[in-house]
């Protein structure tokens, strides 16, 4: 059974820094790009990053280029997101998402999500 | 503000037919990428309902279907049913930002 746990989220202050991390089993973690996606209080999601399979390609959206960074341990199983200088509005639930077909940009199985909240 | 255009909201009674469109632009669905719709219940994860435009992934009742033409895609729900009250994404690539986009989503009521 594919399973993905992520965990690391919390309260910060603005312009403070979280390690998100997501727990990966259940399926060979190394042959699968993946992605983070984020989801605001009461709004829809919103797409973050995407990382090769290999960790050598990464992809982020404009709203988080340069202040986030995603990551991945395929000896883990296990996929990362740094996120530094954040910002009120990076408060969200944040997903980890399996790539159904590497490339496809379409996730077939999701975490519970992890809910970052960036607060004074 | 999202590429996609979705409606916020649709509804229909029990056993009707619903669609939600997805419409975007030359620099995603006109471009030719795929179309990916996920369905949402509150305070859940999404769930992948439609992939690459049609396909429905092993599970997911064949009363969801898809479509794409042009610059926009659709989600059709046949014999719609009281479980089916969720909210609904489109999902597609956009060159212009080098990324993925969703719709805003929109909201499934049964009546």
């Known amino acids: 059974e594919v399973q993905l746990l992520e965990s690391g989220g919390g309260l910060v202050q603005p312009g403070g820094s979280l390690r998100l991390s997501c727990a990966a089993s259940?399926?060979?973690?190394?042959?699968?790009?993946m992605t983070w996606v984020r989801q605001a209080p009461g709004e829809g999601l919103e797409w973050v990053s995407a990382i090769g399979v290999s960790g050598g390609t990464t992809f982020y959206a404009d709203s988080v280029k340069g202040r986030f960074t995603i990551s991945r341990d395929n000896s883990k199983n296990t996929l990362y997101l740094q996120m530094n200088s954040l910002r009120a509005e990076d408060t969200a639930i944040y997903y980890c998402?399996?790539?159904?077909?590497?490339?496809?940009?379409?996730?077939?199985?999701w975490g519970q999500g992890t809910l970052v909240t960036v607060s004074s | 503000q999202s590429v996609l255009t979705q409606p916020p909201s649709v509804s229909g009674a029990p056993g009707q037919r619903v669609t939600i469109s997805c419409t975007g632009s030359?620099?995603?669905?006109?471009?030719?990428?795929?179309v990916h719709w996920y369905q949402q219940f509150p305070g859940t994860a999404p769930k992948l309902l439609i992939y690459?435009?049609?396909h429905r992934p092993s599970g997911v009742p064949d009363r969801f279907s898809g479509s794409k033409s042009g610059t926009s895609a659709s989600l059709a729900i046949t014999g719609l049913q009281a479980e089916d009250d969720a909210d609904y994404y489109c999902q597609s690539y956009d060159s212009s930002v080098s990324g993925y986009v969703f719709g805003i989503g929109t909201k499934v009521t049964v009546l």
């Open positions: 998402a399996k790539d159904r077909n590497s490339g496809s940009g379409s996730y077939d199985y």
């Open positions: 690459v435009n049609s």
């Open positions: 259940g399926f060979t973690f190394s042959s699968y790009a």
């Open positions: 030359s620099s995603n669905i006109g471009a030719g990428y795929d």
